[in-house]
Structure formats: structure tokens, C-alpha cells
């Protein structure tokens, strides 16, 4: 059976039975070392799926940093180092690569992390993988598993640039694709969530609904969608499609606390699932990397 007929999920979930683990549900690993967590998160993307070549190399390498540390920073984590490996066609020009580099080395200039080598191999299309090790005082780590019924759902700022981009793209608009890779990791709210009580967070790479749907499965919770959080959707179908695509990689976490400084999601109660704006259950598959008529808003040329 073809993998696109299974799906991301229960590929992982194989993966994980074939290993003979149990998956730790997280976007990071928590490596214990005592008083704290090494966190090491791990992303890749892909000529002709995440970008095209004809892309800005330096906007594209920015990006590969920025989506690793998201995951840093949706653990509270303090990103520390990071290592990357290249896969790079032989026809690839020198200049692109330089111009990918001097992208990854002025952002991790800008949190001040150390570059610490990886790998480099041929192939025949571009592919490009981080790996960022950063650290967090134990009992101080976000993770997914923490949401309770009473607890309110927010997300760090509203959405929709990103994801106007992609359909835009996806749909023969040809515009500009600096939106698609301009993220920013959400590093600077860290020292405003440390004063909050949360209990469970994720960043929102592959959708709101699948964001919160992970959030409930693995809390054991159902999550109840109140408000919009899209910015200015023109109708509803805008705004299921900003939910569903994902890749603003803004934060949406949960917290007791009624907040005024972040956009109100909803509310967490008890049982299981997602209910969307219009009180019917929410699909919570979001952006699947396998499955066919998923999200894939680039074509190799």
C-alpha cells in the first residue's frame, strides 16, 4: 500500500510500533540531563514542496532555521546550537549555496547561535535539514499533554498572511512568495508565557484544527472553536482554509487564565474532539505530508 493512502499520522505510528517505543507525541526530544531537558528539534524541506529553486536562497535558508526554532520555542526552550545537512544536485550553482548560507548564518546571528557543521550530500533535488539543541529547566517545559477542561485556548497573534500566500501560489498567482517563507519563531513571547500558567502548547505549522487537534487527543480533552482568529476572512471558506493550512508557526497554547494580549480560540471542556464555529466537529487532519489533495502548493518544474 502506498504511503499516500495511509497518511502521516499512521506512519508515524508504524514507525514508532516497528521501533518498539512509544512515541513521545512531541516536535521535540526531551533528552534528560538531570535538572534539565536538551531539547533537539529536527526539520526538513524540500526543493519543488517547501520552495523552488528560483526562490531567494537567503530568504530560504532563514526559514530553515526559523522553522527549527519554533519548535524550540513552543517547548519554552533556549535554542543553543544548530547543525544542517545538504543535499544538493551537481548542476546546483556555487552562488546559490552562498547565498543559502550567508541566510542561515545572519539568522542565527540574530539569536546568537552557534553553527556547528552537519552534513553534505548529492542529489538530485535540493533538500535541506536542520537539527537545533537548545534547553529548558525541567518543570518549566511546554509540551502537548497538559490542556484541562476549564482551561482557555489562545494563539499568539492572528493568522493569515502565510496562508493567503500559499493559496495564492497553489492557485497560479505567481505574487509575492516572500510571505510563504518570512516566519517569525516565537521566541519573543517567551518571557511573557513564563509569568502565565500554561498547560499545554504548539506551534502552528500544519493548521489550527490539526494543532488543536493534537492538543485534545493527546490531553484527552475536546476543544470548542469560538472566535475567528483569521485576520479578515473574507467568508467562511477563507477562513476553514486559513484554519487548515497552516505555516504562520504562531503559537496556540492553553492556559486557566483569562487573558487579554493574545486572540481567544475557544474553550477547552470535557470529552474528545474538535468543534468548529459552527458546533459541528472540526477534521483535524490538517496539512498531511503524504496524503493526495493535501496541501502541496509547489510543483517541480
Known sequence: MEISKSGERKLIDKIWKLIGEKNEDEDVHFLDIGKKYLLIAMDSINEGFHFERSWDPGLIGKFLVDINLSDIAAKNGTPLEMMVSFSFPRTLEEKWVESLVRG??????????????GDLKESEKISLTGLIIGKVDKGREFRRTGARPGDYVYISSKIGKQERAILDYYNGKRGEVKEILDIRPRLDLLNSLRKLTVTSCIDNSDGIYKSLGLLAQLSGVKIVIENDVSDNAKDREER????????????????????????????????KGIVDLNGKSALT?????????????FKSH
Open 104 to 117: 542561515i548564518k545572519e539568522e542565527l546571528d540574530v539569536y546568537h547561535l552557534k553553527f556547528s557543521g
Open 240 to 271: 476553514v482554509s486559513i484554519f487548515s493550512i497552516g505555516g504562520d508557526y504562531e503559537l496556540i497554547f492553553t492556559s486557566p487564565q483569562r487573558l487579554r494580549n493574545f486572540p481567544l480560540i475557544g474553550k477547552v471542556v470535557k470529552g
Open 285 to 297: 487532519s490538517g496539512f498531511d505530508h503524504f496524503r493526495s489533495g493535501r496541501r502541496r502548493p
